[in-house]
T-cell receptor, first 114, second 113 residues
Framework: DVKVTQSSRYLVKRTGEKVFLECVQDMDHENMFWYRQDPGLGLRLIYFSYDVKMKEKGDIPEGYSVSREKKERFSLILESASTNQTSMYLC?????????????FGPGTRLTVT | GDSVTQMEGPVTLSEEAFLTINCTYTATGYPSLFWYVQYPGEGLQLLLKATKADDKGSNKGFEATYRKETTSFHLEKGSVQVSDSAVYFCALPPSASGSRLTFGEGTQLTVNP
């Protein structure tokens, strides 16, 4: 079974802190994604990566950055956390090719910024 | 641009009721279509998919038929169970190349015993 794990299920941080969210997948997938999920807004893509050290902005990249130094790991960084970044963050991965659109998700990290 | 519109929720049903969650899309050509499900406390997982027009995807008693005439991919189940309580997302890939998906807003389903 494909497994996508996220470093924390729940996280509480203070405004202005630098926050790291880690995601690891064990299926050698090329593509990795970071989404945030908010009530009434569904899933919104923050960043994605299609290869090591490669990244592309999604729909809402402002206030976030990412790092992919190894194929299995994709990190989301909040440089200076703000209260409007309180949300559920979901990581996903997929292969490249005919089944590229089937994404495998982690359980999510619920981040609260106070 | 590509977009997905889902019926507004939340939806509350009694056990064994019939379920329909509407999904319509706007896209160039005939993309594959997906339904994902998110159970409480979990990430999303693929529920079913259809790769071409008139295809029917099915899984766990759920079905959805790809209808190009109405650009729709409605999710149906004949008899829901309490364990079907979850959030359901319709999704489509980009018209151009790429690996990202466009998700609908999600529909919260609650099934009461």
């Amino acid at each position: 079974d494909v497994k996508v794990t996220q470093s924390s299920r729940y996280l509480v941080k203070r405004t202005g802190e630098k926050v790291f969210l880690e995601c690891v997948q064990d299926m050698d997938h090329e593509n990795m994604f970071w989404y945030r999920q908010d009530p009434g807004l569904g899933l919104r893509l923050i960043y994605f990566s299609y290869d090591v050290k490669m990244k592309e902005k999604g729909d809402i990249p402002e206030g976030y950055s990412v790092s992919r130094e190894k194929k299995e790991r994709f990190s989301l960084i909040l440089e200076s956390a703000s209260t409007n970044q309180t949300s559920m963050y979901l990581c996903a991965s997929s292969i490249t090719g005919a089944s590229a659109y089937e994404q495998y998700f982690g359980p999510g990290t619920r981040l609260t910024v106070t | 641009g590509d977009s997905v519109t889902q019926m507004e929720g939340p939806v509350t049903l009694s056990e064994e009721a019939f379920l329909t969650i509407n999904c319509t899309y706007t896209a160039t050509g005939y993309p594959s279509l997906f339904w994902y499900v998110q159970y409480p406390g979990e990430g999303l997982q693929l529920l079913l998919k259809a790769t071409k027009a008139d295809d029917k995807g099915s899984n766990k008693g759920f079905e959805a038929t790809y209808r190009k005439e109405t650009t729709s991919f409605h999710l149906e189940k004949g008899s829901v169970q309490v364990s079907d309580s979850a959030v359901y997302f319709c999704a489509l890939p980009p018209s151009a190349s790429g690996s990202r998906l466009t998700f609908g807003e999600g529909t919260q389903l609650t099934v009461n015993p």
